[in-house]
Structures are given as C-alpha cells and as structure tokens.
C-alpha cells in the first residue's frame, strides 16, 4: 500500500521558518509530479506548492518567494521549505503525489497531514 507520510510541522514565530518533508512509499516516485496542500478549518484545500516529475515547480500567489519545494528521487522525499511565516500560514498541510496515465487517468495519493501553528 502507497503511503506518503508528512513531517516537520509545529509551531514557530511569525517570520519563522520550518521545512516540512513527505516520504513516499511502495510508489514509483520519479514519476509521479508532487504538491503540498493546505486547509484551514472550515475552508476549502488550497494547492499551496507543486513540482513535477521533471523538477518544474508552481506556487499559489499567496506563499511565492516564501515558500520552495524541492524534491529528492533517491530519498523518496519531497521538501516544502516555508520562510517569513505568519498567522495566516496556520493550518494543516498535506502531501499529495498523482500521475497521469492515459489508461487509467489521474492516480492520486495523500498523506494524513501536519500541523503547522505561526504563533508568538
């Protein structure tokens, strides 16, 4: 069974920064485009970072230049590196992988979720 798994969440300052990191498993990795999602209580998810198979990246407008992704096929791994942190950036952020197969269509994976709290 697939599993994507999150960590690194927790509470910073505003203007903090933390690196939050989501291992993949029993998944051909290199292939599948990662993003990080996030949702408030009560709100809708919100797409907050993606990059595909091939490195190419994309960010809401709200986290640009703030927030990076990166990723490490030889880890299994993908990276949300978020920086000047604020209230608004409190929530939960989830892992999501999915790939594109003409045969089968969009394949997608998530994982449980971390906890990121900006406070002072």
């Known amino acids: 069974q697939v599993q994507l798994v999150e960590s690194g969440g927790g509470l910073v300052q505003p203007g903090g920064s933390l690196r939050l990191s989501c291992a993949a498993s029993r998944i051909n990795f290199s292939i599948y485009a990662m993003a990080w999602h996030r949702q408030a209580p009560g709100k809708q998810r919100e797409l907050v970072a993606s990059?595909?198979?091939?490195?190419?990246?994309d960010y809401a407008q709200s986290v640009k230049g703030r927030f990076t992704i990166s990723r490490d096929n030889a880890k299994n791994t993908v990276y949300l590196r978020m920086n000047r942190l604020n209230a608004e950036d409190t929530t939960v952020y989830y892992c999501n992988g999915y790939f594109f197969s003409v045969a089968t269509g969009r394949t997608d994976y998530w994982g449980q979720g971390t906890q990121v709290t900006v406070s002072s």
């Open positions: 990059i595909t198979s091939k490195g190419n990246t």
